[in-house]
């Protein structure tokens, strides 16, 4: 475990608990949970809600955005299918769980914000630690083109399509996992690039996410 010396042992049990509760909703990937059980959470947390870090809810972070709950953190990093090594571009680091948990479980994580603040808090909490990682303040819609290709793209905001230069920065065989829609609500997909290029997409039922807004905000 990556993140032993962060820990805060009176919160091991309520980590247990969080995991047996998300098991029992669908997450059955073994790695998944494993991460989300050694991922302490409560050092992603806005301080006001750091004693509700193990219930399964999304709550407010900085600039307006919001942590993910964990059954959703857990949902799309099941569909992403992770390895060990894996190359991962991540649209919209946020407060850095989600982030937390793709490199607790080995992956080499390349991570954009576009709200500078955030980016900052969230850039000085992995500098602090340690965290080995590459995080950029840029565009999501533009991602990392002198980094790709991506074994596998996941988006933690909701987009009303795929954006295409995501696409094209996914290696044949890779997988997008995103929220599309729009306000109302959108469908969590899964887009897996086949070997001639063409995009297979899955949907995987209806959920909430803050929109993934282009440009970047100082």
Do not use: W
Not at 43 to 64: L, T
Not at 173 to 194: D, N, S, T, W
Request: aromatic residues 12%; hydrophobic residues 35%.
């Amino acid at each position: 475990m990556i993140f032993d010396t962060l820990d805060n042992p009176d919160f091991a049990e309520q980590r247990k608990e969080l995991v047996k509760s998300i098991e029992k909703r669908g997450i059955r990937d073994k790695k998944v949970l494993d991460a989300i059980g050694n991922v302490p959470r409560h050092i992603f947390m806005d301080k006001y809600f750091v004693s509700k870090s193990y219930q399964d809810h999304a709550f407010p972070i900085n600039c307006g955005q919001s942590i993910s709950q964990p059954f959703t953190v857990g949902f799309q990093t099941q569909l992403l299918s992770v390895s060990a090594g894996d190359k991962i571009l991540e649209i919209g680091t946020g407060s850095g769980y989600q982030t937390a948990i793709l490199l607790e479980m080995g992956a080499q994580v390349y991570t954009i914000e576009r709200q500078y603040e955030l980016y900052l808090q969230t850039k000085n909490l992995f500098e602090e630690n340690k965290f080995n990682l590459k995080m950029f303040f840029t565009d999501g819609y533009e991602g990392l083109p002198e980094y790709s290709p991506f074994d596998s793209i996941l988006l933690t905001a909701a987009a009303p399509k795929v954006p295409e230069k995501l696409i094209d920065q996914l290696k044949r065989g890779g997988r997008i996992v995103a929220p599309i829609g729009g306000k109302q609500g959108q469908r969590m997909m899964l887009v897996e690039k086949l070997d001639d290029g063409s995009c297979k997409y899955t949907d995987y039922g209806a959920f909430m996410f803050v929109p993934m807004v282009s440009g970047t905000k100082k």
